[in-house]
């Protein structure tokens, strides 16, 4: 139940950080953003915890057409001209697996710095903020020198044909490796068969090659 967030009862309130996470988790995230701060970087939280329910919400929302579908590039599809898999697969390379999603685990964080760019900056989660030219270049330099100290890792460094890179989202390696393994094909079905997710006939028919590609395809963490 926790590994597809269907209860939070591995998950903490972080008041400093304003977020949710791991119990296990919450003061190596703490560390981090003290470490961070010393240098002038202000990170702040922008997701941790999701519930399957919330997942579910939006998971829904899209697959009936009441939110965007984007491509790879991340220009909107049309949505005349996809069937219901082509809308499912497309769901999947934006937001993963409802369930199958790290947030899920309360391991995962979604984080900027609030020090970095103007003032009122909107961050939008892209991969050219965290580039070399990037608004968040210092804090990217920053992680890549320093969060593995504090046991944090990028899960979605590179495009392994799965989920897009992402490079805002760090993984908290002691719990987050042991429950990628837990996290098997029937953990994973058991959730989705027994949930209100449309279109759950399609995802459970392909759930091998789904969990193989949204779910196992990640970076491990260095070292
Ligand atoms: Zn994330």
């Known amino acids: 139940m926790q590994l597809t967030g269907r209860v939070a009862s591995h998950i903490v309130e972080v008041p400093e950080l304003r977020c949710t996470v791991h119990a296990a988790a919450a003061a190596a995230l703490l560390a981090m953003a003290t470490a961070a701060r010393e240098q002038g970087i202000e990170l702040i939280i922008v997701s941790s ?40 697969d497309a769901i999947l390379l934006w937001s993963a697996l409802r369930g199958g999603r790290r947030h899920h685990w309360g391991t995962d964080v979604d984080i900027v710095d609030r020090a970095a760019g103007p003032e009122g900056y909107r961050p939008q989660l892209t991969a050219a ?20 100290r504090f046991g944090f890792f990028r899960p979605y460094s590179r495009d392994l044909g799965g989920v897009l890179p992402e490079p805002w989202h760090l993984s908290y390696a002691p719990v987050a490796v042991p429950a990628l393994e837990s996290l098997t094909v029937e953990v994973l079905a058991e959730a989705i068969a027994g949930s209100g997710l449309c279109g759950r006939e399609l995802v459970l028919a392909r759930l091998p090659e789904i969990h193989a590609r949204y779910v196992k395809a990640v970076d491990a963490p260095a070292g």
């Open 129 to 148: 903020e965290f580039a070399a030219r990037g608004v968040f270049a210092k804090l990217d330099s920053w992680l890549v020198a320093n969060m593995s």
């Open 49 to 88: 915890f999701r519930s399957f329910q919330r997942q579910a919400a939006i998971w829904n929302g899209k697959y009936r057409g009441e939110r965007a579908l984007l491509d790879r590039t991340g220009r909107a599809l049309e949505r005349a001209g996809l069937d219901e898999q082509a809308s499912v």
